[in-house]
T-cell receptor, first 116, second 114 residues
Framework: GENVEQHPSTLSVQEGDSAVIKCTYSDSASNYFPWYKQELGKRPQLIIDIRSNVGEKKDQRIAVTLNKTAKHFSLHITETQPEDSAVYFCAALNAGRGSTLGRLYFGRGTQLTVWP | DTAVSQTPKYLVTQMGNDKSIKCEQNLGHDTMYWYKQDSKKFLKIMFSYNNKELIINETVPNRFSPKSPDKAHLNLHINSLELGDSAVYFC?????????????FGQGTRLTVV
């Protein structure tokens, strides 16, 4: 199945700085790349996703970039705030039908801490 | 009107017992998952079902048996619980689409085996 590597495992930044989390994937057929945020004691929730037909997507302070040739994608958070502190997970999925159905594999997560 | 609900939220039990965790989604999704999250926060997929059919069984011990009576429910039964089963278990659902779609998670069940 798909193998998703995520780095770094922990990341500490000062409030107002930017944070970047990087992921690589192994299956060149993967075409859907979501990012989830999990606050302490809560469930993971989707914050942004990108599909293989675009290279970059932005939503206010967060952006995701995708390099299909290199098989890596990144999450960028600008002007970080203490409430951005959470565990962030990337995932890669071949969202086509058939044998790839239901194969949502996550990276190992990045604990982001934003210091005031 | 919770989208994905799982019960119980907390479960403390002794080694060797059998327990079940229930999951229901009211989103009309056709794919449901069980994930295990250990103390290092890794979200490891255990099972996925599509329209009540098993899609993935990721080398999970036979003591874990999922049951999907209909596509809105995916329950997890665990036999002969062991200390290493202590973790947070998340149920999730998504609507399978050619270009991918958001997975919604339940609140999680924190299982503690003593």
């Amino acid at each position: 199945g798909e193998n998703v590597e995520q780095h770094p495992s922990t990341l500490s930044v000062q409030e107002g700085d930017s944070a970047v989390i990087k992921c690589t994937y192994s299956d060149s057929a993967s075409n859907y790349f979501p990012w989830y945020k999990q606050e302490l004691g809560k469930r993971p929730q989707l914050i942004i996703d990108i599909r293989s037909n675009v290279g970059e997507k932005k939503d206010q302070r967060i952006a995701v970039t995708l390099n299909k040739t290199a098989k890596h994608f990144s999450l960028h958070i600008t002007e970080t705030q203490p409430e951005d502190s959470a565990v962030y997970f990337c995932a890669a999925l071949n969202a086509g039908r058939g044998s790839t159905l239901g194969r949502l594999y996550f990276g190992r997560g990045t604990q982001l801490t934003v210091w005031p | 009107d919770t989208a994905v609900s799982q019960t119980p939220k907390y479960l403390v039990t002794q080694m060797g017992n059998d327990k079940s965790i229930k999951c229901e989604q009211n989103l009309g999704h056709d794919t449901m998952y069980w994930y295990k999250q250990d103390s290092k926060k890794f979200l490891k997929i255990m099972f996925s079902y599509n329209n009540k059919e098993l899609i993935i069984n990721e080398t999970v011990p036979n003591r874990f048996s999922p049951k999907s009576p209909d596509k809105a429910h995916l329950n997890l039964h665990i036999n002969s619980l062991e200390l290493g089963d202590s973790a947070v278990y998340f149920c999730a659902s998504s609507q399978d689409r050619p270009l991918g779609n958001e997975a919604f998670f339940g609140q999680g069940t924190r299982l503690t085996v003593v």
